[in-house]
């Protein structure tokens, strides 16, 4: 082995070995177990929320596979219909070429699919370079063939069964991106607006009505005023109009619950097409929608004249003046409302009246003795949860789940945007709509409804024809009448990722791969999707799947957020790509990628300031295992993980630890007996005996860690065992009876060298894939283990035989005896090479007999004389002390240290503890240091904290000396 370990070498060998190998595909044998991976958008780059679920999900995956399951992790990705879109037009714009509407259709999807073949290569190389062992050979897109026929099935089936419908209804739009979007796309946070008083004209000129509004550029479209009925102030008003003021309409003075009397002056403007309360309302009373608003949010031509084609706010601050000239504006007060804005272009959202596509999700029974979409679809979805069918890890999140399923409304599944699956429906020119699973079956219902059954065979219509080639073959037979025109919207993007269990299966076909791995073994996701994905995959598999969950258990990992417990976000500056924690980065190439392509260039300083300050030298490199093992270890069951790279570089020296503890164990019996002959006989030592008892303990609790998802507790556990008990302790006692044991000693001790190490290999595999199939490849023949890979072995499973509570009695007296003797060293500073007298005084019978049976350890480890037992009656001399139990061991001073310069040595050690004391009680008693951070405060307390401990510790030891 080389030295030191090279993780670049490492990984790109293994890597490539795996899948060469077909490691990744499952065995064919053995129960099933499954995870669909979260199908990561194809907008850029992979991120470290997609790395720290990964590490998760390649864990559990290889602890399967190991554990004999028929184990796949399905892979692909999301085509991301908004995001991508987005992605691509800011690209176009920057590199200056033509925009999407000047391309038209066709030719900015040739644009997106480029930019797909891109970012979805470099996602597929960021998730190869994580060591995930996925199935490349079943790697599925949401836009391939196979998946696009599913989704129209998905579709058809549900309109088939009376659950989706086209209707006019008042949707959340999106004026920058034209797109209506869903509840769970709009951000609404506080911001500071204004509340506008206008009085609105009695038609009978008796007086006026004043009405409060936040959006004064909606009055144009206004279409009652509404009073509380039990409001005396307005009780006679009821039933009479209003001249509304700008327009030439007389609106009704309607009574409603809805209103609330306090606010305001008790009576509220409606406006049924640009507000959902309003649209309710105006249901109610059957009030018309007059809409006010273009797509882009100007104002359209059927409103009066001076306002046509203004921008909405434009229109805002005319429509205000004209009141105010009008003598109508009453007053104006500052106001903090809710500002609805869409989560990826931050433009404010309207409520907009438009024709779109919705599942039911809200009726009880469609009227004709078929099942409405809550019965069908959401109660089973509640059901899945409440009779155990499928889990939450952690549990409270079912509360989450319930409480948006209960309260759940109609879902708009149609957007206007070119990427994405475009929907089957046809128009034909008197408006009929014809829903088919190709543009031939529209053809099919389109004729058929004219009693023309004969005219597509007729003319040669092939099943697989497009809707062009159709229209054209019927233009030139003169019948144009039945030419069709699809449906241009596209649908939700989580309309077709709903079905991502089973339609990387092979649904709708009933396939083997469906049969076997569905449904799943286990979701692993981010909470910010359980409305988006998660409820809507329980929905949609219930109900295709004829009752069945698609997964059995969903684990709901935190989000990754930067060290002071920020969310990583690019116009925050805080963004880690995971390939430049695992190949490192220099300061300037970090700046100049969190500083390109900001939204607000004018934030660039900033962040070029807060890079500066967080990585003064750039990041080290640490390797994937590094990483990987810093995700696990922070993998709190339902918290968030505060990521820092500098953690993951402390993990990078657990791999040299692991790397360097390997190599003395090959050093220590490559070429020599390993105890492969059984014939020979094997002596075990304490020592040997206490590891492997230990390793048994550790074996127990990884797989209850594994069960549990507590992956923290399992790197925890892996790691004291590793670093602690086998390297630092392990190693150590093994050097006595590989340099003075008998034959059958050292076959013993060389062979509970590999086989232990070639266990806490296998246990670590799941987690640090690379370096333990490295070291793994070299110590497996020493433990007489042959195999292809490690990943192929079994995983360690434990054997309660191997338990030797003595042997680890015996172990834990014998460090916490040299750990005594260490510190007697390390207080006096006394060289570590430097052998000492010991006198051991008031020893029981049990300490007697250890002493006995591990002189050769003790000796050996701390460094020291024999020990000589003093007679009870014999004074001690003057000695430093460490205590066990009841013993006492005693290390006297004289001759050992010069006095007078260990006295001057810790006097300076005292002297400048002190300064460096008094500065942080300094800046801990500045009247500025409580407006400093928590974090820095607390990091100032802990230092002053220290401080004085070690002062006393100092102080303590110097009063020892000075006695002597």
Request: glycine share 6%; with cysteine.
């Amino acid at each position: 082995m080389d030295k030191t370990f090279e993780a670049g070498a490492t990984e790109s060998h293994w890597a490539a070995f795996w899948e060469r190998s077909g490691c990744y595909t499952p065995s064919g044998s053995g129960e099933p177990y499954s995870i669909m991976i979260p199908p990561p958008n194809v907008t850029g780059t992979l991120h470290m929320g997609h790395a720290f679920q990964h590490t998760v999900m390649d864990a559990l995956t290889r602890y399967h596979r190991m554990r004999g399951y028929d184990t796949l992790w399905q892979p692909g990705t999301d085509h991301a219909g908004i995001a991508t879109q987005m992605v691509v037009e800011r690209n176009l714009k920057l590199a200056g070429e033509p925009a999407r509407q000047d391309l038209g259709r066709d030719k900015f999807l040739e644009k997106v699919w480029e930019w797909k073949r891109y970012s979805g290569g470099t996602i597929e190389a960021q998730i190869r370079r994580m060591g995930s062992s996925v199935d490349w050979s079943r790697n599925a897109f949401t836009m391939d063939p196979a998946y696009s026929t599913a989704v129209v099935e998905h579709f058809v089936k549900l309109h088939e069964d009376g659950l989706i419908y086209r209707g006019k209804r008042l949707v959340n739009w999106d004026p920058v991106l034209q797109t209506a979007i869903s509840d769970l796309e709009v951000v609404s946070e506080e911001e500071n607006g204004k509340l506008w008083h206008f009085r609105y004209p009695l038609a009978d000129g008796s007086g006026s009505l004043t009405v409060a509004t936040t959006r004064p550029e909606t009055m144009l479209g206004d279409t009652a005023v509404a009073v509380h009925p039990e409001d005396e102030r307005y009780a006679a008003l009821i039933g009479k109009t209003i001249r509304l003021p700008l327009t030439d309409r007389e609106i009704p003075i309607v009574a409603d619950d809805y209103v609330d009397r306090e606010f305001g002056s008790g009576a509220v403007k409606i406006t049924p097409a640009h507000d959902f309360n309003d649209y309710a309302l105006g249901q109610r009373h059957q009030l018309p929608l007059i809409n006010v608003l273009t797509p882009t949010a100007h104002i359209v031509d059927a409103m009066p004249e001076a306002y046509r084609g203004l921008d909405r706010f434009v229109a805002r601050k005319k429509i205000v003046a004209d009141f105010d000239a009008l003598g109508l504006l009453e007053k104006v007060e500052d106001h903090k409302l809710k500002v609805p804005r869409g989560d990826r272009s931050g433009a404010v959202v309207e409520p907009y009246l438009t024709d779109q596509w919705f599942v039911d999700l809200t009726r009880k029974d469609l009227g004709d003795g078929r099942p409405g979409g809550w019965t069908a679809i959401i109660k089973p979805a509640i059901e899945a949860f409440t009779e155990g069918r499928i889990k939450f890890v952690p549990e409270n999140w079912i509360n989450t789940y319930n409480q948006w399923l209960t309260n759940i409304q109609d879902w708009c599944i149609s957007r206007q945007l070119w990427w994405g699956h475009r929907i089957p429906a046809w128009y034909d020119a008197q408006g009929s709509v014809f829903v088919g699973r190709s543009a031939y079956d529209a053809f099919v219902q389109a004729t058929g409804a004219q009693g023309e059954f004969q005219l597509l065979s007729m003319l040669k219509v092939a099943s697989t024809d497009s809707t062009e080639e159709i229209n054209e073959k019927l233009r030139s037979a003169d019948a144009d009448r039945f030419c069709l025109t699809q449906d241009n919207d596209v649908f939700d993007t989580w309309f077709s990722s709903d079905i991502w269990p089973m339609a990387t299966l092979g649904w709708p076909e009933k396939s083997a791969a469906l049969n076997k791995w569905y449904p799943s073994s286990v979701l692993v996701t981010g909470f910010d999707i359980i409305f988006f994905w998660v409820a809507r995959m329980v929905m949609m598999g219930r109900y295709f799947m004829n009752g069945e969950v698609p997964f059995r258990e969903v684990y709901i990992t935190g989000l990754v957020r930067d060290p002071e417990g920020n969310k990583m976000s690019k116009s925050k500056g805080n963004v880690l790509d995971p390939l430049d924690v695992i190949d490192g980065i220099t300061l300037e190439d970090l700046i100049a990628k969190r500083t390109t392509g900001l939204m607000k260039p004018e934030t660039a300083p900033k962040i070029e300031a807060k890079t500066r300050k967080d990585y003064p030298k750039g990041i080290e490199a640490v390797g994937t295992d590094a990483l990987r093992f810093t995700f696990a270890a922070l993998a709190t069951q339902g918290r968030d993980v505060r990521f820092d790279a500098a953690r993951a570089a402390g993990y990078r020296n657990f791999c040299n630890k692991i790397w360097n503890a390997a190599r003395y164990v090959l050093i220590s019996c490559e070429d020599q007996d390993t105890g492969l002959d059984a014939s020979l006989p094997v002596e075990l030592s304490t020592a040997d005996l206490w590891i492997a008892s230990r390793l048994q303990r550790l074996e127990t609790e990884v797989v209850e860690h594994f069960q549990n998802y507590r992956f923290d507790l399992l790197a925890t556990a892996l790691y004291q065992f590793i670093w602690n008990e086998y390297c630092d302790w392990y190693l150590e006692l093994s050097k006595p009876a590989l340099l003075n044991g008998v034959d059958a000693e050292k076959r013993g001790t060389r062979r509970t060298l590999v086989r232990v190490l070639e266990a806490w290999l296998r246990l670590l595999h799941p987690i640090m894939p690379f370096i333990t199939e490295d070291v793994w490849q070299r110590v497996a023949p020493l433990a007489g283990v042959s195999g292809n890979s490690i990943m192929l072995q079994p995983y360690p499973q434990p054997n309660p035989a191997k338990i030797n509570e003595s042997a680890e009695a015996d172990i834990e007296w014998l460090k916490a005896f040299i750990l005594g003797v260490r510190q007697i060293r390390g207080e006096m500073d006394i060289s570590p090479g430097k052998a000492l007298p010991l006198l051991i005084q008031n020893p029981s019978t049990d300490d007697t007999a250890r002493l006995q049976r591990l002189i050769g350890s003790i000796e050996f480890l701390a460094r020291v004389e024999a020990p000589r037992v003093l007679d009870p009656s014999e004074q001690a001399p003057q000695s430093a002390t460490a205590l066990l139990g009841a013993m006492k061991l005693l290390v006297p001073m004289a001759g050992l240290i010069d006095k007078e310069a260990e006295l001057a040595r810790l006097t300076r050690r005292i002297a400048a503890l002190e300064s460096d004391l008094a500065k942080t009680q300094a800046r801990v008693d500045n009247p500025n240091f409580a407006k400093a951070p928590p974090t820095v405060q607390q990091q100032a307390r802990d230092l002053q904290a220290k401080q004085l401990q070690d002062l006393a510790a100092l102080r303590e030891q110097c009063e020892r000396i000075a006695a002597l």
